[in-house]
C-alpha cells in the first residue's frame, strides 16, 4: 500500500504502534469518512498534546520551587492564573465539541443516489444483500462486499442475534448493528483495493474471528461482479462435483445453507451460491483454498469453536465431493 506524507506528530505516534498504514487502518484514509475523521484526529491530538504539556510544565515548576510563605500579591496572580486556565479549559473543550459535531454531522449526510447494501450481522459471520433494484434479482453473499470506487454507498446495518459493530477503519467510523434496529453509514470509497474491517463490538466467543473484506473495484468491474452474482450457481460438471451437489442438497448441509439454482435452500448459514468467488472462508478465518474448504467442513468446531455450523459427519470420498463441488462455485 502507498505510504502518504503524513503530520510530524503521526510520525512520533506512529514509531510507536505497528504503524499508521495498511488496509485496516483509521489513519489510512481510503474514503470519504475516514478522511474526515483523520482531518479531526491530528488537530485534536495536537491539541491535547499542547495541553498536556502546559499541566506538565507548570506542575514541575510548582514542584521545583522552594515552599515558602505567599505573599498577597503572589496569591492573587495564582488566582488569575487559575481563573484563566479555567477559561481556556472551557474554551479547548468548545471548540473541539463544536470540531467533533460538524465531523459527526459531516460524516452522516444523506447521499443522493447512493448505491444500498444491507449488512447483517450474524454470530459470527456478515450477510450481505444487494437489494434488488431493477427486477433482475437480490444478491446475497458473505462476509465480502464489492463497491464501486467513488460512488456513495449507503449500508443499511441490522442485527440477527446480539449487538455486533460493523468497522472498516479505511473507510469510515464504527457503527453498531442492533437488534430490532436499523441503522445506516454513508461514504464514498476514494482508491480500489482491498480492506479489511472487524467486528467492534464483543459478540461472543468468536468476536475476534469476525472480519470481513472489503473489495473496491472500477465501476465497470463491480456491475461484472455484480450481474455474474446474480446468477444461478453453474451446473456440476463432470460425475463427481453432480455427487458434491446431491450429497449438498441431501445432508443437512442444503437445510441451513442456499445455493441457488440447486434444492439447498437454508436460511441459517451463509448463502454459497458463489462461494469460491470470495477471498476467505468463515468470516476470514481461511483462505479460500481447496484444502481450507475441506479443512472446515471436516471439522468447523476445532477451526471456529462455538460457531453456528455443527460438525456433519461425511465419508472421505463425500468430503472430497463437496468440496470439490463448492470449490467450482464461482
Ligand atoms: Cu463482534
Not at 449500508?155 to 453498531?176: C, M, N, R, Y
Not at 441451513?256 to 458463489?274: K, Q, S
Amino acid at each position: 500500500m502507498a505510504t502518504r506524507r503524513l503530520p510530524p506528530l503521526a510520525l512520533l505516534a506512529c514509531a510507536s504502534a505497528t504503524g499508521c498504514s495498511g488496509w485496516q487502518s483509521a489513519l489510512d484514509a481510503r474514503g470519504s469518512g475516514s478522511r474526515a475523521l483523520e482531518a479531526l484526529f491530528w488537530p485534536v491530538t495536537a491539541a491535547l498534546a499542547l495541553v498536556w504539556l502546559a499541566v506538565m510544565l507548570v506542575l514541575a515548576a510548582a514542584l521545583l520551587r522552594r515552599r515558602r510563605p505567599v505573599p498577597a500579591q503572589a496569591a492573587r496572580r495564582s488566582e488569575i492564573a487559575v481563573w484563566a486556565a479555567t477559561l481556556a479549559t472551557v474554551l479547548v473543550i468548545t471548540v473541539l465539541t463544536v470540531a467533533s459535531h460538524l465531523t459527526t454531522r459531516h460524516i452522516s449526510r444523506a447521499a443522493a443516489d447512493p448505491l444500498v447494501i444491507q449488512v447483517r450481522g450474524y454470530q459470527w459471520w456478515w450477510q450481505v444483500t444487494y437489494p434488488d433494484s431493477d427486477g433482475t434479482g437480490a444478491v446475497v453473499t458473505a462476509n465480502e462486499i464489492h463497491l464501486p470506487v467513488g460512488r456513495q454507498v449507503r449500508l443499511e446495518l441490522s442485527s440477527a442475534d446480539v449487538i455486533h459493530s460493523f468497522w472498516v477503519p479505511s473507510l469510515t467510523g464504527k457503527q453498531d448493528m442492533i437488534p430490532g434496529r436499523d441503522n445506516q453509514l454513508t461514504f464514498v470509497a476514494e482508491t480500489p483495493g482491498i480492506l479489511r474491517g472487524q467486528c467492534a463490538e464483543f459478540c461472543g466467543l468468536q468476536h475476534a474471528h469476525m472480519a470481513l473484506l472489503m473489495v473496491v473495484e472500477p465501476p465497470a468491474e463491480f456491475e461484472a461482479w455484480l450481474a455474474a452474482q446474480r446468477q444461478e450457481a453453474a451446473p456440476p460438471a463432470g460425475p463427481m462435483l453432480r455427487d458434491g451437489q446431491r450429497i449438498f442438497e441431501q445432508r443437512p448441509c442444503g437445510a441451513c445453507h442456499r445455493v441457488r439454482g440447486t434444492a439447498a435452500a437454508g436460511e441459517i448459514g451463509p448463502d454459497l451460491t458463489h462461494f469460491a468467488s470470495r477471498g476467505t472462508l468463515a468470516a476470514g478465518v481461511l483462505p479460500m483454498t481447496r484444502g481450507a474448504i475441506a479443512a472446515w467442513i471436516a471439522d468447523p468446531q476445532t477451526i471456529k469453536p462455538g460457531n453456528n455450523m455443527p460438525l456433519v459427519p461425511l465419508a472421505p470420498d463425500e468430503l472430497q465431493a463437496v468440496s470439490a463441488w463448492l470449490a467450482s462455485l464461482r
